[in-house]
RNA sequence: GCCGCGGUGGCGGAAUUGGUAGACGCGCACGACUCAAAAUCGUGUUCCGAAAGGAGUGUGGGUUCGAUUCCCACCCGCGGCACCA
């Protein structure tokens, strides 16, 4: 190859090789192999009329790579790709342009096909699934229907019967408030309101009332989290899936209302604070107001609070949570199970009517929302948990004998001066509040007024404020023995100098000393509880949440928290009086849109029958055309107003009926998309339509058990970081659903998921049309071609992290495909120079594991550092050559094909196999060696790369320069690093 | 507030069973080619210092022969959740 170098034509090369892999079907999976499959998933893109966007390319551009290797190390790889093709946007559309959503589909996913084929990804076209297809529809219409038919009892999938309306169906319809977006004029889920705003569009969401298709989810909660534990996914989406669940487990204990048959039953984390319950809340919307509205003395002021509550939207009840409000239910008061007291019950919109039992006890000492609700109302608290302290000065010895005891801790406080009183201890170099221990039976304040008189002779002395209560750990070491102490912790203010003569044992031992507030310190004061007693002196005192010792609660004293939660639980089941219980923070998921363009849901409504699935031979319940697409403003989706397609004789009795006209959500068709792929091999063998050979009592899924059975689970499901919560918490519940009829083979669909960043414009922020930071990649082939978008996005930065779309960043990794083009003159018949070799082999490796970890951006940049050593030696053998180009590959296929071809090697690389590394030239004859003297780098030695240990330390200490530094100190410590460095240590 | 993640040159970022910090790329400087520019190629590039050397991975402490990596405390940034009892 001695003519001069013809110029790197991108985009020739790229149009040719793309050209020649689609005839060869190379990305073709086959149904069942003697090669190991891998079933790799890219989340499917909404063909919307922006086109792809480079955030696509990362994802895409990142599998593929692995795809492709993975081929090329001999597996049956599935790499699929479709379109999530129902949903607003393009229904927008059709209501501003009038063009059908079919069509606007059909033309949006030919411009997504043609460029996500110019950047020359190996999808599998053959499998190629839309969810607006009627064919593909049919079956989530008819997983739909399978909802509606079971119920889980007891664990347990069951059939329910069509004329069953007790059975709690998984699907089932409901009456309820929604989240109302008024300007797309849609219910949303939960999980698109975001902080009281539309997801889509922002604006603020309202309150409504209607008939709802739901899911019911929560019965698969505890699956949801519990199988996580047997999948390979990122911890963050662990975690956030986890939250998102939000299990609490606690109990549910009944309050009786004084005079009245009706009860209250609260659900609650923290049983073991049920005697410090002061008062009840209950939410707006709990039935109780109406269940004993002739008792409320304040009725109107009530109705009052309820109707303002109702008023506010989502975002306000949030934004209200600065500031609580309630109102007390005057006239009736609940009564506390465990002590009988009285306490009042007050409606409050900080308590929700959706979680738990809508109302809860209120233990204003050990919970921040009770205790601001009580400061604001004045509601006495009482503290049930001491915190548990271990005294740092004076910490237990093991071994020793504990005692227990109970301690009073007084600080008196001088108004006139401003001044605290501590004792100052005459034989230890130490301050003390003044303590004492309580008799048995003995009044605490007076416990600690008569230790006051004692210790420091002040008659009147008067009691400000309780600081709380305590329980330190700490080693006496005048009795040598461990104390657990319950301290209560007391203000008292002195009320005049009115004073007794101290005892002479006591003047022995200390002086009495005023400081101020400023010189009372943790280091200058012997006190377990400091922390605790400053907050309350100083008024920062707050709710004490966290876990502890039981107190002021009767049987439950003296024992930690889950001691107590258990004991009491017992107590309640066993007095009839509460249970344990499991909340959750998942709502079961609102399945219903009244919109056109999304899954007709397919239940008939019968006056005389009541609900009816549809039958399932009658699938897919095709979508009619309609004229206009604009939801009805009482809420109706635009399918209510065709008449011929709503009403229809009933399937049971003839008589008049009609159809669901509320659509599935996005969500739906996104939920089983990867099985569809798996059971769609080619559409010349098999067709997802009702018009071929399923036969009425046979469903797709038990035809297609084989290919389930090979395919699933997915590998690797690679995605957005923005899809970790909803979609894959909903298609992980439709998985575990089928794997319960027997359809799928794993209770989870996806054995491992990864997240990849999204790109940010050049500037930082998030791209966005109005901002004018797009970068759009039909511009970056054309200017730099496929190749170098492709490695480029790679090389961007960690792949989990978010970027900045760098200008002059691609232009270096353009730099890069350019000097890999010219080096092609570099191929020599002469042998590698060994440090080629070694490189070379070095980077196969490195190259292998990053890929494997998608470690992308370090691939890339092994690539190019190959490459520089390449041009350093000048040249490399053909056999070397193909190495490169193979691990070149992935990354950037279309050269590397090319350059393969000019070089006369036959099949492409993607049909070569993946390069193993020779490990003979893993390391080079002569290593460098660093040593290090006192820390410190102070020599480096080139030694043969079989040194010993032994070998290498003499070679160390044999260095001129190695003597130099340690300068004739003596030497304290040599530890040799076999083949990397040796550090010597010197005394002094 | 809670949970999770992170903080390394002028910039994006490499390197963690503790063992040469700054790979690779960008940018910058100088040089070659050119009438000139662009492109390309070469050399250099953590900071201070002429050098010897010193300092250095958010801050402060600790463990160690040795810490970006482990431990403790703190500061800052990002992401998720957010009145979930």
């Known amino acids: 190859m001695n003519q001069p170098m013809e110029k790197y034509n991108f985009h020739e090369i790229e149009v040719k090789w793309q050209k020649i892999w689609t005839e060869k079907d190379y990305a073709k999976a086959d149904d069942f192999s003697d090669k190991p499959k891998h079933y790799h998933l890219v989340e499917f893109p909404y063909p919307s009329g922006a086109g792809l966007h480079v955030g696509h390319c990362m994802g895409y551009g990142a599998s593929d790579a692995y795809c492709r290797m993975k081929r090329m190390r001999g597996y049956n790889v599935l790499y699929p790709i479709g379109w999530d093709a129902f949903g607003l946007p393009t229904e927008n559309y059709a209501l501003k342009t009038g063009v059908h959503p079919t069509v606007a589909t059909a033309e949006n996913i030919n411009t997504f096909k043609k460029q996500i084929k110019s950047l020359g990804y190996s999808f599998d076209w053959n499998r190629e699934i839309n969810t607006t297809d009627p064919a593909y529809y049919k079956w989530t219409q008819w997983i739909f229907l399978q909802f509606y038919k079971h119920a889980i009892i007891d ?50 969401t309202e309150k409504r009332s209607q008939k709802q298709w739901i899911l019911r989810i929560t019965a698969y909660a505890d699956r949801l989290i519990n199988d996580l534990s047997s999948v390979n996914y990122l911890d963050k989406i662990k975690t956030q899936q986890i939250n998102w669940i939000g299990r609490s487990t606690g109990a549910e204990v009944m309050f009786s209302i004084k005079n009245h048959k009706t009860g209250l039953t609260v659900f609650t984390t923290r049983p073991d604070t049920l005697f410090g319950a002061t008062f009840m809340v209950i939410s707006p919307e709990h039935p109780l107001i109406k269940n004993i509205a002739n008792s409320i003395e304040n009725k109107e002021e009530i109705d009052e609070y309820i109707r303002e509550a109702a008023k ?71 503290q049930v948990v001491a915190p548990e302290v271990t005294y740092y000065k004076t910490k237990p010895i093991e071994g020793k004998p504990w005692v227990d005891r109970v301690v009073t801790e007084s600080i008196i406080h001088d108004p006139r001066t401003n001044k605290y009183l501590v004792l100052k201890w005459k034989k230890q170099p130490w301050n003390t509040f003044i303590t004492g221990g309580i008799e048995k039976d003995e009044d605490i304040i007076e416990a600690a007024k008569r230790e006051i008189h004692e210790e420091t002779g002040y008659k009147n002395v008067k009691l400000v404020k309780n600081l709380g209560i305590t329980r330190p750990s700490f080693y006496a070491a005048h009795k040598d023995e461990n104390r657990r102490a319950i301290f209560h912790g007391l203000l008292f203010e002195l009320e005049n100098d009115e004073r007794d003569e101290t005892d002479q ?15 009372l310190t943790i280091d200058s004061i012997v006190c377990a509880s400091f922390d605790y ?52 923070k998942l709502r ?60 229809i004789t009933c399937p049971k009795c003839g008589g008049s009926a009609k159809r669901e006209t509320d659509t599935m959500p996005n969500w739906a068709g996104s939920s089983w998309y990867y099985l569809a792929y798996a059971m769609q091999e080619r559409n ?39 899809h970790t919560t909803l979609h894959l918490l909903y298609s992980r519940f439709w998985h575990k659903f089928l794997f319960d009829l027997g359809f799928v083979p794993t209770s989870e669909p996806y054995a491992k998921r990864i997240a990849h960043g999204i790109i940010l414009g050049p500037d930082g922020q998030k791209m966005s049309k109005s901002r004018g930071n797009v970068i759009n990649p039909d511009e970056m082939v054309k200017e730099y071609g496929a190749d170098t978008l492709r490695a480029y996005v790679m090389f961007i930065g960690p792949y989990d992290q978010e970027s900045a779309w760098n200008t002059t960043g691609i232009q270096g990794v353009h730099r890069f495909m350019n000097r890999v083009w010219n080096n092609q003159k570099l191929v020599t018949t002469q042998n590698d120079d060994k440090a080629l070799l070694i490189k070379l082999n070095q980077t196969i490796v490195g190259i292998s594991e990053d890929l494997e970890n998608f470690g992308l951006n ?35 296929p279309h050269i590397a094909d090319e350059i393969w071809q000019k070089h006369e090697f036959t099949r492409t690389t993607e049909e070569s196999s993946w390069p193993e590394a020779d490990p003979n030239y893993l390391v080079g004859d002569e290593i460098e060696v660093v040593v290090q003297i006192d820390g410190k780098v102070r020599n480096r030695l080139t030694v043969s790369s079989t040194i010993t240990d032994d070998e290498l330390e003499q070679a160390a200490l044999a260095s001129a320069r190695t003597q130099e530094f340690i300068g004739g100190k003596e030497i304290d410590k040599i530890v040799v690093v076999p083949k990397r460095l040796v550090s010597i240590a010197t005394k002094g």
């Open 155 to 204: 664990g347990k999938l069951i059939e329910v019967a069509d004329d069953d309306t007790v059975t709690e169906r998984l699907a089932y319809q409901k009456e309820m408030p929604i989240n109302w977006c008024p300007s797309c004029k849609i219910g949303l889920a939960n999980e698109e309101v975001i902080s009281g705003k539309c997801e889509r569009c922002s604006t603020e």
């Open 312 to 382: 506010k939207s989502d975002l306000e009840r949030t934004e209200m949570n600065k500031e609580k409000t309630g109102i007390e239910i005057k006239g009736i008061k609940a009564i506390n199970p465990v002590n009988n007291e009285e306490i009042p019950i007050f409606v409050a919109d900080y308590v929700l009517a959706s979680y738990g039992t809508g109302a809860i006890m209120a233990v204003p000492a050990h919970d921040d929302r009770d205790w601001e609700f009580a400061n604001k109302y004045d509601i006495p608290m009482r």
């Open 505 to 519: 044992s006591e003047k022995d031992i200390h002086d009495i000393v005023w400081l101020n507030r400023g010189d």
């Open 533 to 584: 007693w400053m907050e309350a002196l100083d008024n920062k005192e707050a709710a004490f949440c966290g876990e502890g010792i039981a107190i002021n609660s009767d049987f439950l004293d003296g024992l930690s928290t889950d001691e107590a939660k258990t004991k009491i639980t017992k107590w309640l089941e066993q007095h009839d009086l509460g249970k344990a219980a499991v909340n959750y």
């Open 588 to 647: 079961d998921w609102i399945f219903s849109r009244q919109h056109y363009w999304g899954e007709p849901i397919p239940i008939i409504h019968c006056q005389k029958c009541g609900m009816l699935p549809l039958d399932e031979k009658d699938l897919p319940l095709e979508l009619p055309m309609v004229e206009r697409y604009e939801p009805t403003d009482n809420g109706e989706s635009p399918l209510a107003r065709i008449d011929e397609w709503v009403n």
């Open 684 to 722: 010349t063998k098999y067709e997802i339509r009702n018009t071929d050979r399923v036969q009425p009592d046979e469903n797709i899924f038990k035809q297609k058990k084989h290919e389930l059975d090979y395919w699933i689970p997915v590998d690797i499901y690679n995605g957005g970081m923005e």
């Open 858 to 892: 370090t691939v890339v940049s092994k690539l190019m550092e190959f490459n520089n050593t390449l041009e350093k030696v000048g040249h490399i053998s053909t056999e070397s050559y193909r190495k490169f180009l193979q691990l070149l590959s992935p990354v950037a």
